[in-house]
């Protein structure tokens, strides 16, 4: 196949008119440009210049190959142009994904500042409800970065981000609202609970953590996304275990803490923590933190 270098020298030779004046332009000696020029006559079969007393002229093949040999120069420059940038984290793609009930809260704040910032990133997202299929995404090169909780496994490299909280979320006349200490999961086990879909892993998890205090929670309806049951417990529907980065601010129900307080860690999958865009973006999670509205905060204290 013929090389950017050779099509290069056809062009500078058809611009120049000269293969003497070509090679200066070049910076070559000229037996280095004739055997370019040589090497992709070989290569088509057929001469690309044909040589005058003084210079040079195209042939057919010569002309035919002119245009889409400029095209394709142009496109080489273009991609080390991109790679360039990318390298320096000013441009390139960059995909993420993100545990659902973290998008709003974890990925928005640092995607808008990116998006001011670089306008030359691209930036794909894709949501799961799932830490498992977040680690599949990375290992199958679809993710570049993944946020969310510790999957069951990942053997890659890990940021960690912080902690989120998982507090109790129901209507605000609820009669566990009125209290001033924890909800404790031996309260949970005689209420109503709205628990998750088991796409989400979420709900195995905190039906772990209920069996571990010898409870197991009665869901009376299931929902795929955190936010949902939050939503859907502050209507009355029943009470739900919601991580604070899914919850709204103002929250239109009643919060309260566990007892004992439950959290769980937020981290970064990385597939490639050399990749510039990965590295800066992971650093600026980690430094933005997990976020938990004032308001929510606030609620969890009083």
Known sequence: MATLRALECLLAVLDAGSITKAATRLHMSQPALSHQ????EREI???VVERLPRGVRPTAAGRAMADDARAALL???RAVHA??????GSAGLLRIACAESMTAGLLAPVLRTWRRLRPDVRLALTETTSADTLARLVEAEEADIALGPRPTRWAGHTVVIGTEEIVAAMHPEHPLAA???GVTFAQLAEEPVVGYHPDNGLGGWLDTVAAGHGV???A?????QAATAAQLAGAGIGVALVPTTALTSPFPGALRRLQPQLTREVIALVANPSDTLVRRFAADIRRNGVPVPEPITAELQS
């Open 37 to 40: 020029l040589a090497a992709l």
């Open 45 to 47: 079969g057929a001469p």
């Open 75 to 77: 496109a080489a420059g």
């Open 83 to 88: 790679g360039r940038e990318a390298a320096r």
């Open 179 to 181: 209290g001033t200490s």
């Open 216 to 218: 197991t929670l009665t």
């Open 220 to 224: 009376v309806t299931r929902t795929r």
